[in-house]
Structures are given as C-alpha cells and as structure tokens.
C-alpha cells in the first residue's frame, strides 16, 4: 500500500517569512497526526484530526500555526511568520481510529529557518 | 498525564552480542505501549506494539519487548544485533483508559552497532 506522503521534503526559509507543509496519508486512516521533532528530541504531538475535525491542538502554537484537513483527507501545517525556533523535522503520520492502532509516519519535511 | 522516559542517549554494542534499550512509562490506567525506530533521513516505523496479553512481545527485524508492569517498563530487546540495527528508537505509549488517542514520545535512544 501507499505510505504517507509529505510535501516538501526541505525548505530553508527567512524568519519572519512563511511556509507551508502538505500531507496525504493512507488511503482509509480517518486520524492524522502532525508532529515536530526538534533535532536531539523525539516527536512532539502538534494536533490530532479525526476525519475533518480537531481532536487536540493543545500544543500548537496558535498565533503562527495553523492546520487544516479539509474533505477529512489532505492536511496542510502552515506557520506565519516563521521563527528560527521553528527550525525542526514537521513528521505527519495518520493510523486506524482505534487507539491501539500503530502509526505510519511520512518522511517528513525538514525546516530550516535562517 | 502520561510519559515516556528513555534513561539512555546511546547504547553501544558489538555486532553479534544482545541489545537492550530501555523504556520506562507513567499513565493513569493501562498502557497501549510501542516501539518505533527512525533511520537517517526517514519518518519513524513501527516496530512492535503492547496491547494486552503475553509480556513478551515479538516484532520486526527479529527485535522483541518484554512489559513489566511492576516495574512500568517495556524494554526493547535482540537477541543477536546487527549493524544495520543502528539507528534511532523511540519508545511512545499511550493511557488505554483515557479518552486521548495521542500517543506520547520518548527522545530517544542512538543504538550504534560496531562491526
């Protein structure tokens, strides 16, 4: 079966500036995940879809990150303006609603702020 | 609240010899518990998972995970290590009596295998 795709898969940009993340995970996953993973550190949770809807953004960063997962399908991670702590790997992985389900992760898009 | 503690950065070991890196978890309830490992440059892949049941659990790549309740530990294990081994393993779990799916990460630990 198809993995999870990631979009791009490096960006380098200017802080301040913006960026954006896309993501398509396995065709039937109705939960999608899109972590950070800061170099040195495992993957911090950003926000949890279920389907269309949010389940938890608790850890996003509201006032320059945004998500969304329109048609409960695609999902795009977007941060406006960018900061240099923002430098990090944004990991999507989506799974089976069960909450024992595994994870399958996409490669991820490595972020580079300057 | 639940957490994920991974006491060592790195384990070193000779190609041939028994691999252990260990895991220790907090939750409320039971633990849905897992073992992911990250090569260079790739998202993370599933390795093994604890759900319920027997407390040895076996895996991909021959690698297997023993849960201790007592001592809320779910070390990762091989018997014979190779040195394509080497990479980055994560350790997450999850409350399985919570109303949360989101799975909780350790920072991981660099398993090097030495020819």
């Known amino acids: 079966e198809a993995g999870v795709a990631q979009s791009p898969r490096y960006k380098i940009i200017e802080k301040r500036q913006s960026v954006a993340f896309w993501c398509n995970p396995i065709s039937g996953h109705a939960t999608l995940y899109w972590y950070q993973q800061i170099l040195g550190q495992g993957p911090k949770l950003l926000i949890q879809?279920?389907?269309?809807?949010?389940?938890?953004d608790s850890q996003l960063p509201k006032d320059r990150f945004s998500a969304e997962r329109l048609k409960g399908v695609d999902s795009t991670l977007k941060i406006q303006p960018a900061k240099l702590e923002d430098s990090a790997v944004y990991l999507c992985a989506s799974s089976f609603a069960g909450k024992n389900e595994k994870l399958f992760f996409g490669s991820g898009t490595q972020l580079s702020v300057l | 609240a639940q957490s994920v503690a991974q006491p060592e950065d790195q384990v070193n070991v000779a190609e041939g010899n028994p691999l252990t890196v260990k895991c220790t978890y907090s939750?409320?309830?039971?633990?849905?518990l897992f073992w992911y490992v990250q090569y260079p440059n790739r998202g993370l892949q599933f390795l093994l998972k604890?759900?319920?049941?027997?407390?040895l659990v076996k895996g991909s790549y021959g690698f297997e995970a023993e849960f201790n309740k007592s001592q809320t530990s779910f070390h990762l294990k091989k018997p014979s290590a190779l040195v394509s081994d080497s990479a980055l393993y994560f350790c997450?779990?999850?409350?399985?009596?919570?109303?949360?799916?989101?799975?909780?990460f350790g920072r991981g630990t660099s398993l090097i295998v030495h020819p």
């Open positions: 604890y759900i319920t049941g027997d407390n």
């Open positions: 997450a779990v999850r409350d399985a009596s919570g109303g949360s799916y989101i799975p909780t």
């Open positions: 939750v409320s309830g039971n633990p849905y």
């Open positions: 879809f279920q389907n269309n809807g949010v389940v938890d």
